[in-house]
């Protein structure tokens, strides 16, 4: 899995980020290259005002270091968002 930080999106008062997980696959014949790509949400990451909350997909609430050990970097980044 590899997960990245998308852009952080401004809503009003709010900064909205979301979690994906990216995965690209390949093939290949000696006639046809073949290739996919996939792109999945894993967390949202709300801050407002200096507050800023984390949910998986399905709603269940992720603390920092499990945002952190899914994308490093991550918290702090949308934390310090302007």
């Known amino acids: 899995m590899t997960v990245s930080l998308d852009q952080i999106v401004t809503v009003g008062p ?3 980020a979301v979690l994906s997980d990216c995965r690209v696959s390949t093939n290949h014949t000696k006639e046809v290259l073949l290739f996919a790509g996939q792109k999945k949400p894993v967390a949202v990451l709300i801050k407002h005002n200096t507050t800023l909350t984390a949910f998986g997909v399905d709603g ?3 603390t920092r270091d499990q ?3 899914l994308c490093q970097g991550a918290w702090r980044a949308v934390s310090q968002a302007h």
Do not use: D, N, Q, V
């Open 60 to 62: 269940t609430p992720m």
């Open 14 to 16: 709010l900064r909205i």
């Open 67 to 69: 945002i952190e050990a």
